[in-house]
């Protein structure tokens, strides 16, 4: 069945460093890629998203870039603020009798200090 | 986007009662899901809620723990019944949006503890 790694966390930074989240998917067809972002106490908001090979999506200084040959979507920002402390998390959407049923890694927790 | 509204937002329950999720929607959706996330833990998928139709459980969930309700395309429950210390989790209720890629639009939660 369609699965989704990354990378354990916690991942813990300090403002102003690099950040990479490794993420790898194993899927039938051609999946969508998403990451979603979970401030503390709060539900799951999505973050970016690619519908197919070499797209990239980005938003709020995030990106990643579908890679179908190596079958990841690494989530990278250049510059980490305290403010970006969340749980991230890699998700796929793949066909599956008709509907779409999203798969969703672990979820890996950034922690950025001031 | 889709827009999804979930009451309670939080709330403490008493062991053995129930509680009932609602869940809704601001455009008619065909999909929706609900998903458990306990402390620390990622997205666990409880059923998939068509309107008009029984939902699909996963594996390990069933009807007589959390039944669910889709009465029209805006709207659905989830009630958690009998509860135990170890339903104290994150309910999630989310909708498919085809015409967007496919993406997975989540409401805010429901947290709920269970004492």
């Known amino acids: 069945g369609d699965s989704v790694t990354q990378m354990e966390g916690p991942v813990t930074l300090s403002e102003e460093a690099c950040l990479t989240i490794?993420?790898?998917?194993?899927?039938?067809?051609?999946?969508?890629l998403f990451w979603y972002v979970q401030y503390p106490g709060e539900g799951l908001q999505l973050l970016l998203k690619?519908?197919?090979?070499?797209d990239k999506g980005s938003n709020k200084g995030f990106e990643a870039t579908y890679r179908k040959e190596t079958t990841s979507f690494h989530l990278e920002k250049g510059s980490v603020q305290v403010s970006d402390s969340a749980v991230y998390f890699c998700?796929?959407?793949?066909?599956?009798?008709?509907?779409?049923?999203?798969?969703f890694g672990r979820g890996t927790s950034l922690i950025v200090h001031p | 986007s889709a827009v999804i509204s979930q009451k309670p937002s939080r709330d403490i329950c008493q062991r053995g009662t129930s509680l009932t999720i609602q869940c809704q929607v601001d455009?008619?959706?065909?999909?929706m899901f609900w998903y458990r996330q306990q402390p620390g833990q990622s997205l666990t998928l409880i059923a998939t809620a068509n309107q008009g139709s029984e939902a699909t459980y996963e594996s390990g969930f069933v009807i007589d723990k959390f039944p669910i309700s889709r009465p029209n395309l805006t709207f659905s429950t989830l009630t958690v019944s009998n509860m135990s210390p170890e339903d104290s989790s994150i309910y999630l209720c989310?909708?498919?949006?085809?015409?967007?890629?496919?993406?997975?639009?989540f409401g805010e939660g429901s947290w709920l503890t269970v004492v």
């Open positions: 998700a796929l959407s793949a066909p599956s009798g008709g509907s779409y049923i999203p798969t």
């Open positions: 490794n993420c790898t998917y194993t899927a039938t067809g051609y999946p969508s």
């Open positions: 989310s909708v498919e949006d085809l015409g967007l890629g496919n993406t997975i639009y």
């Open positions: 455009s008619q959706v065909t999909m």
């Open positions: 690619a519908t197919k090979a070499d």
